[in-house]
């Protein structure tokens, strides 16, 4: 069982390091992971406008294609964290180890669809005949790196249920600056075009991914778990992982209903809600490093039989997570002048974008109690609650969102209504944890 301090202010200050140990490397690796597109459009950005155009859609593919899947990270870092709270790290490895071959069976079931669909799916986004061609050959050979794409979360999963977010961070780095090198030769120096940097990415992803098995494996050999695949294992990863798919896809699903009612609003609302999403997405990496400290850390403690040490490191999370979306919200209240600039220099979606940043900042605190409870009901293996709480929050969200065109208030009213997203989703998850239902302990749930 975990050592409780001897003073609540001692207990805080373990949370506070473990918290800090585990959020701030967690953090920069999940920054890490978005410049492999950036690095990949500035270097085929200079190729020209229908190169660009076509790695825009073959890259919101292949990103979906693997979003999707980051149940992969979530569920084993949940799994992996209980046993090694039991003090069972062979089992530990062991459960990471059926994740991995999860990812490995998925990876090969999306190549399978994505290489022969591949025209179609590109033709599906609305590519223009110009693009087109090259969406389609940056999809089909970046499609063959999908497999080490999903070793990399799976493994990553193993690594931070063993509380270890530090070598994440190193590999993520390593592979974003192997990806801008390996881009630059291919697509410059072999003269290969988009054709390079899609090679380029699937190298890149396979290093990162040899890498992890590497310290995968070092770490199972010297505490003799099995590296051989387990049916019922990767059965089990499976199971567990299909509650947090359906979260997963309905919170896809709330996002592109959004989107899709801001392209009903007008051009400069579109605009402006791609740059509002894209700072929202950049705050909530900040409040997702909480979240995934919470997975590990709950995790430990609910396998070490330890409930009150749960709720206690709950309870101090969500301060953690309150006061960073205080901070968040100031700072885009203080940025929003200096921001919008950098996006555009139109005055119509400046003038949309304003009110709607108001709105985003004073939601942030909210958005902190979100991902930290989220965290928290992920480490404690609380899958099925979770999709069916999404379920209700995308309920609630769809008629309400498609009204704002009917309505009127236009993107503030539709940031409004994200807003409100998320506060069901606040509600939901607190009643869950003040329920006491999600501590449930054991090496296994």
């Known amino acids: 069982?975990?050592?409780?301090?001897?003073?609540?202010?001692?207990?805080?200050?373990?949370?506070?390091?473990?918290?800090?140990?585990?959020?701030?490397?967690?953090?920069?690796?999940?920054?890490?992971?978005?410049?492999?597109?950036?690095?990949?459009?500035?270097?085929?950005?200079?190729?020209?406008?229908?190169?660009?155009?076509?790695l825009g859609v073959a890259s919101a593919l292949l990103t979906t294609a693997v979003s999707i899947f980051v149940f992969l990270a979530y569920a084993t870092t949940a799994a992996v964290a209980r046993r090694v709270g039991a003090g069972d790290l062979p089992s530990a490895i062991r459960q990471g180890m059926d994740g991995i071959w999860l990812a490995l069976l998925l990876g090969a079931g999306v190549i399978a669809v994505v290489l022969p669909m591949a025209p179609f799916l590109v033709e599906l986004f609305g590519a223009s005949d110009t693009a087109a061609p090259y969406a389609t050959t940056y999809l089909r050979i970046s499609s063959l790196g999908i497999p080490a794409m999903l070793v990399v979360l799976a493994a990553t999963g193993v690594l931070r249920g063993l509380q270890d977010t530090r070598t994440p961070l190193y590999v993520a780095v390593a592979g974003f600056v192997a990806n801008g090198v390996l881009n630059a030769v291919l697509v410059y120096g072999a003269g290969l075009g988009i054709a390079g940097s899609a090679w380029g990415t699937v190298i890149a992803q396979c290093g990162m991914a040899a890498v992890y098995l590497v310290v995968v494996i070092r770490g199972a050999r010297r505490h003799g778990a099995s590296l051989r695949p387990d049916a019922a294992g990767i059965r089990a990863s499976a199971q567990a992982g299909a509650p947090l798919l359906v979260r997963t896809l309905s919170l896809r699903a709330i996002l592109m209903i959004a989107t899709a009612v801001a392209a009903r609003l007008g051009d400069a609302d579109i605009a402006a809600h791609q740059i509002i999403l894209s700072l929202w997405s950049l705050l909530a990496f900040a409040l997702d490093a909480i979240a995934i400290a919470g997975q590990a850390i709950i995790g430990r403690y609910l396998g070490a039989d330890d409930p009150e040490g749960a709720r206690d490191v709950c309870r101090r999370m969500v301060q953690w997570g309150i006061a960073v979306g205080l901070v968040l919200g100031v700072l885009v209240v203080v940025a929003r002048p200096a921001f919008l600039p950098l996006f555009t220099s139109d005055s119509a979606v400046k003038d949309t974008a304003l009110p709607a940043l108001l709105v985003v900042a004073l939601s942030q605190p909210i958005c902190g109690v979100v991902f930290v409870l989220d965290g928290v009901l992920m480490g404690a293996g609380d899958g099925p609650y979770l999709a069916w709480a999404m379920l209700l929050t995308l309920a609630v969200f769809t008629p309400v969102a498609l009204l704002v065109p009917t309505f009127g208030g236009g993107l503030t009213a539709l940031w409004a209504a994200m807003t409100l997203m998320m506060t069901v989703r606040m509600l939901t998850l607190w009643l869950r944890t003040r329920s006491g239902r999600w501590l449930v302990t054991g090496a296994t749930r």
């Open 1 to 54: 069982m975990t050592q409780a301090p001897a003073t609540p202010r001692a207990a805080r200050r373990q949370h506070d390091r473990e918290i800090v140990s585990l959020a701030v490397p967690a953090f920069g690796a999940l920054v890490a992971e978005p410049l492999f597109v950036l690095a990949d459009s500035a270097i085929v950005g200079h190729l020209g406008t229908a190169q660009l155009a076509g």
